[in-house]
């Protein structure tokens, strides 16, 4: 109600409540009352024409918008239109939609864009009063927000007294994500917070193991725990059961089939390589109760509601507090439901995050979404975007772009340089030099070649996908899509499992791989990349609250009861550090010298930290390691004697120098290199070339790396060469959070321990299989004591 | 020339350099693949902005080739020419009447999208689909086919291995690989490439650096 009353008062602002709880109708209503309003005061009817944006995410949510748009058009006898315009919408449906638009429009981020890609754009939004971009929380942390950030940035320029309503799950940082929405109306009165105060009840019930391990190993994906997970698929109508990786999934669903043969023709699974079609067909059934289990993946973290779930189940770490919660309110829909989620732990150690988890949930220790800034790669093709519909100015662009959050810090000399790059392209203009994209024409930027447009329309957008490979039945039904490399692993005549199907190569013609059912029991799982997600800072927080709960002797939380053991391992054999207390662990085995620390700070950041440690010991004596990590510690493994007390006393943990030892130790170039595969694609340097046009166009085929190497030999300074090592820095290695760990550590009591063989929390991460080497040696050396990858023939 | 390597192929000489060219010593002949000249401009022209100065020192690194080897001939792979003519096509002609004495052959590869009649303008021959001379077979795109027990040499595929070291760091890096039957010569232009290509134990396989380029083969 309050949403209400601000939006009639043409304030803007944020709707923070959680999904499911009638935020469609709270920024809809009063934006179909104004309208009713403005008729009773001029006592006409307001000219036809777009009055609302909704921006959603996700197109799988577009429809259940759209239905309940037209109840509230019904309910209060207007005739308006609602259409949707996605990716999936027609040619010849989006023409119509610029003809004769609707008056509310459900639209993507990307769909925006391409609106503003369209000639006379500025008639076509001229009625718009009401921008509305939901689940905003989604959409702050990914360049798609910043896609969101220009356009708004546009159409506030062009329409000035223009809406901007935000609606957004609880982060922790609500007010940055205000800031970040409003940009330069943040200091206005007219915005505002408005939180909804439902607070969503959830049970977190761990499934506990018979017996604990207590040297915790972390590389069965929990599959020990099936027989405990069936019974719980027994007593729920419909269930999802949430896991981590693509891969993960594919087992779960296999094992479970394998474990209650029953559950055939009445589970499926979902995942984000399996075809769009199959999907939606899993979506349908699951909103009819016709399942009563999905194996699934993040696919199925957002989307519509599915009523029947009653039960959630989370296989290992969910790795962060916010998914977990979201995780959890996929069930238990009607309004003061409970959503009861059980946690199924992969290794034992999990358990203690179980009972952080729930703290967290308590608390309301939620994570923040950290917005993207200064991103070139997305300024320059915003700017061509206007280039190729009506051209712009720069100095009205350029004061509307600093207008955002995201290029607040901009300056004229980098602005400048970004219209460079499309004019130009980049060097100054040499007299035989045919560099052809945007023209200036009196002081307009302007697109005016057709080919340089319809390349630009095709490859907007900020989200860059692998190279997938279609997998198709020989009779040419799709099945899904797998990453290239895993299929060059195969032969025809290989067994695969994918989507819950055992299936069998029979040959790869261009981007397809051809495949027939197999009644093969075994087969390769593909093990799709990034499942390796760190954990949280909020989450590890509460963690470290939590062991130093167990040391307390407090063990009110049933896992860390169970863990008991564990612990008594622990502290057995080497020592339970308290909270003023940094564990480090020093031995010896058959492998070699063995140096534990255990920050608790996650992946990410111990990756970085251990290439720093590593750097600063060699830096005393000539030694070389191999460096393993997981969420919890970080080990440095050497054939030599690792002098850690002398490394100790020359401040080993110090926060002194870490710039520079992080630019000495960690392998920026290569982070930056794989940062610069989106950039290179969303600034419109790597062209995939049209659908059905590959011949004319593969003479401007090329890939990222390329990029990278000659704008790194030729031209150092370029603008998105040093994004891709800023995003590498601050998202990939988490400078500003492995600072504040260090300084963290600076504050603790180091606690160095002897213990005489692997301690419960060392194994976990000794058997990790990942891992990074810190040496000095000249490439040319390191070639010839190599391995080649051979094909064995 | 860069750094060299000798390596003995039916009973020829072939000097592999550094700078991803072969010198076969008996013949005289430098035998270039995939050089790429014009590409960066083609591109600019579509609107993609590369670096004008990406490939500009493709010409100096040939010259210094002569210089290093002083070959009677020079044998182009295919790929010498990556666009419809553009000023860089005039650059290479004013490089090639510099070194008139030298024989120039290209066989034709499908980034070679110039008519013929430029080719000939710049006094080169041009071969389709291939150049046969002495135990070789000169071709762009490799074949399996066999021509009277000849030994095949191509480009087309800008050749890399992958190297493993302990742990998890992995190594791109442009290679000469030479099989039984026919062999692949690394991609000779400056803004191209590459494809990882997976060896046979019995193959013989030469990485290139910036420096060196280095036996491989007893690492398979």
């Keep these: 109600m309050e949403a209400w009353q601000a939006c009639l008062d043409g304030k803007s602002g944020i709707v923070n409540a959680p999904t499911g709880s009638g935020k469609t109708y709270s920024l809809f209503i009063p934006a179909l009352l104004e309208a009713i309003r403005e008729e009773k005061v001029t006592g006409k009817t307001p000219e036809r024409g777009l009055r609302i944006i909704w921006i959603t995410p996700i197109r799988a949510l577009t429809k259940e918008i759209e239905a309940s748009a037209n109840r509230a058009i019904e309910g209060l006898g207007l005739n308006w239109r609602v259409e949707v315009r996605s990716g999936d919408t027609s040619t010849s449906r989006r023409a119509k939609q610029i003809r004769n638009p609707p008056e509310l429009l459900i639209t993507t981020p990307e769909s925006l864009h391409l609106l503003l890609a369209t000639k006379d754009y500025p008639k076509f939004f001229r009625h718009l009063r009401t921008m509305v971009v939901d689940e905003w929380h989604e959409l702050l942390g990914s360049k798609r927000g910043v896609q969101v950030e220009l356009g708004l940035s546009r159409l506030k320029s062009i329409l000035p007294g223009l809406k901007i309503w935000g609606i957004s799950a609880t982060i922790g940082n609500m007010d940055e994500a205000v800031q970040v929405l409003m940009g330069d109306w943040q200091h206005s009165d007219k915005v505002k917070l408005i939180k909804s105060g439902i607070k969503k009840k959830i049970e977190v019930v761990s499934v506990l193991p018979d017996e604990i391990e207590t040297l915790p190993w972390a590389g069965h994906l929990g599959i020990k725990m099936l027989e405990k997970v069936v019974p719980i698929l027994k007593e729920s109508e419909s269930t999802l059961i949430f896991c981590n990786t693509r891969a993960q999934c594919e087992i779960w669903y296999q094992k479970l089939l394998e474990a209650d043969p029953g559950l055939a023709g009445q589970m499926a699974m979902h995942h984000s390589s399996i075809s769009r079609e199959l999907r939606t067909w899993v979506e349908e059934a699951l909103h009819e109760g016709k399942l009563k289990a999905v194996v699934c993946t993040s696919s199925l973290d957002l989307g519509v509601d599915f009523r029947p779930v009653g039960t959630i189940v989370q296989i290992g770490s969910p790795k962060g507090v916010a998914r977990f919660i979201q995780r959890a309110g996929r069930s238990g829909h009607q309004p003061g439901a409970l959503s009861k989620i059980y946690f199924v732990p992969t290794h034992s150690l999990e358990l203690a995050e179980a009972a952080a988890l729930r703290e967290a949930i308590e608390k309301q220790e939620i994570e923040q979404r950290i917005p993207f800034v200064r991103s070139f790669d997305v300024l320059v093709q915003y700017l061509v975007t206007l280039a190729v519909s009506e051209g712009f100015y720069p100095d009205q662009v350029f004061k509307e772009v600093k207008s955002t959050f995201c290029y607040n810090s901009i300056s004229e000399a980098e602005f400048e340089w970004c219209l460079n790059f499309i004019w130009t392209g980049g060097d100054s203009l040499a007299a035989y030099d045919e560099f052809r994209k945007v023209d200036v024409i009196g002081g307009m930027y302007r697109v005016t070649d057709k080919g340089v447009a319809l390349r630009h329309r095709l490859s907007m957008g900020t989200i860059v996908s692998d190279q997938m490979m279609q997998i198709k039945y020989v009779s040419g039904r799709r099945i899904g899509n797998v990453e290239e490399w895993f299929i060059t692993q195969l032969k025809p005549g290989d067994i695969f499992w994918f989507a819950g199907r055992s299936l069998e190569l029979v040959r790869v013609r261009e981007m397809t791989v051809q495949v027939r059912k197999s009644k093969s029991k075994t087969g390769k799982v593909p093990s799709w990349q990034g499942g390796r997600m760190p954990l949280s800072s909020e989450l590890t927080a509460v963690l470290r609250a939590k062991f130093d709960q167990v040391v307390n002797g407090d063990l009110e939380d049933p896992e860390l009861k169970k863990l008991l053991p564990l612990f008594e391992l622990q502290e057995q054999r080497s020592i339970l550090p308290s909270r003023g207390e940094f564990l480090i662990e020093y031995f010896k085995s058959k492998e070699g010298h063995h140096l534990l620390f255990y920050p608790f700070e996650g992946r990410f950041v111990h990756e970085g930290l251990g290439a720093i440690l590593a750097y600063r010991i060699s830096k005393l004596v000539p030694i070389s390691f191999s460096i393993a990590m997981n969420d919890y510690g970080l080990e440095l493994l050497s054939p030599n004697e690792i002098p850690i007390e002398k490394a100790l006393e020359a401040n080993l943990l110090s926060l002194e120098n870490l710039s520079e030892d992080i630019r000495a130790s960690v392998n920026a170039v290569e982070m930056a290199r794989r940062r610069f595969r989106d950039i290179a694609s969303i600034s419109g340097l790597v062209f995939k070339g049209f659908p059905g046009r590959e011949k004319k166009d593969r003479h401007l085929q090329s890939s990222s790396q390329l990029f990278f190497g000659v704008f790194s030999d030729f031209e150092p300074d370029n603008l998105l060469l040093l994004q891709a090592y800023d995003e590498a820095m601050n998202l990939q290695l988490e400078e500003g959070r492995l600072r504040l760990a260090l300084k963290r550590i600076n504050e603790q009591k180091i606690r160095l321990s002897y213990p005489g063989s692997a301690t419960p929390f060392a194994f976990p991460i000794m058997v990790d299989r990942l891992r990074e080497r810190l040496t000095s040696e000249k490439l040319e050396d390191r070639i010839r004591r190599m391995k080649l990858e051979v094909i064995k023939s | ?220």
Excluded at chain 2, 17 to 26: G, R, V
Excluded at chain 2, 68 to 88: K, T, V, Y
Aim: charged content about 20%; overall charge negative; aromatic content about 10%.
């Design chain 2, 1 to 220: 020339m860069g750094k060299t390597i000798q390596t003995k192929l039916r009973g020829q000489t072939l000097i592999l350099s550094s700078d991803k060219a072969i010198f076969w010593k008996e013949e005289s002949i430098l035998v270039l693949a995939d050089v790429h000249l014009g590409k960066a401009m083609h591109f600019r022209k579509a609107g993609i902005p590369v670096p004008l100065s990406a490939g500009s020192d493709n010409l100096q690194r040939m010259t210094d080739l002569i210089t290093g080897f002083s070959p009677l001939r020079i044998i182009f792979l295919g790929d010498l020419f990556h666009s419809f003519h553009n000023e860089a096509w005039e650059q290479f002609g004013e490089w090639r009447a510099g070194h008139s004495v030298i024989d120039m052959d290209l066989v034709i590869g499908n980034h070679d999208i110039l008519p013929e009649k430029e080719f000939s303008r710049f006094d080169i021959d041009v071969y389709d689909p291939h150049l046969v001379h002495g135990p070789f077979v000169f071709s762009h795109e490799p074949s399996d086919e066999q021509i009277s027990g000849k030994y095949h040499m191509a480009g087309h595929i800008h050749p890399a291995v992958r190297l493993r070291d302990q742990g998890r760091q992995r190594f791109k890096l442009p290679c000469f690989w030479f099989g039984t039957h026919q062999g692949l010569l690394p991609a000779f232009g400056n803004f191209t490439g590459t494809a990882i290509i997976e060896p046979a134990l019995e193959d013989q396989v030469f990485v290139t650096t910036s420096n060196e380029v280095i036996d491989v083969s007893t690492l398979l």
